[in-house]
Every structure is written in structure tokens, then in C-alpha cells.
């Protein structure tokens, strides 16, 4: 089973806007960053979304300015704010943690913890 609990996602219009949790509350020790990745059918999982322990955050260049991830690392809580949907962000969602030492944050072979995965579809 999933490690990570995440909700949210659902289907919108282009344009649209979803807000994305991810929260491992029991967890007592996790790696310095979190982070969130998508994959569409038949393409790779891609990184999206990144934050460090002290709040630094990493994009992918595709979602600069749409997407905004934060944390509550009180609760052991991600987030990620998605605005202005387009039908290319269309993928399940899932978020990680436990970042490997010295991994790249983009590659899903560094993170050792996963949620679920969540669908997100945009189409009119």
C-alpha cells in the first residue's frame, strides 16, 4: 500500500483550477524534500514540482507560474496549487518523499516513499 495519502484531483475545463494534498502524518523522520510528478498514458513519469525542508521550491519549466507547491512539514503535508489548466497537465498525479542523497529531484528512482497516484484531467 501507498505510504502517502493524497487527495484531490477530479476533472476540469481549460483554465481551470485544482488544489492537490498529500500527508504522511505518522511518519517520524523524511528525507529534506518533497515533491510531486505526473505521468500521462503511455509516457514516463515526469518530475513537476519540488520543495526542500527549508522552503526552496523547483519547477519544471512547463508548470512556472501555474503551479505552486508548499508544505506543512508540522503535519508532514504537501501541497500543490494548479491554475490555469491546460489539456497537456492531463495525467495522475503522485506525490514522494525521501529524496536519496545527492538524487536529482526530477528522477522518480530518487524518492523512496509514494502516495497513490491521483487522475487529473483537463478537457472541455
Known amino acids: 500500500l501507498a505510504q502517502l495519502r493524497q487527495f484531490g484531483g477530479g476533472a476540469v475545463p481549460p483554465g481551470g483550477s485544482l488544489r492537490l494534498t498529500c500527508e504522511n502524518p505518522?511518519?517520524?523522520?523524511?528525507?529534506?524534500?518533497m515533491a510531486w510528478f505526473r505521468q500521462a498514458p503511455g509516457k514516463e513519469r515526469e518530475g513537476i514540482a519540488a520543495i526542500e525542508d527549508g522552503g526552496r521550491t523547483h519547477y519544471r519549466l512547463s508548470v512556472k507560474g501555474r503551479f505552486t507547491i508548499s508544505q506543512d512539514r508540522a503535519k508532514n503535508t504537501l501541497y500543490l496549487q494548479m491554475d490555469s489548466l491546460a489539456p497537456e497537465d492531463t495525467g495522475i498525479y503522485y506525490c514522494a518523499a525521501d529524496l536519496d542523497d545527492g538524487g536529482d529531484w526530477w528522477r522518480p528512482d530518487a524518492y523512496q516513499t509514494w502516495g497513490q497516484g491521483t487522475q487529473v484531467t483537463v478537457s472541455s
Open positions: 505518522d511518519l517520524y523522520v523524511i528525507g529534506d524534500y
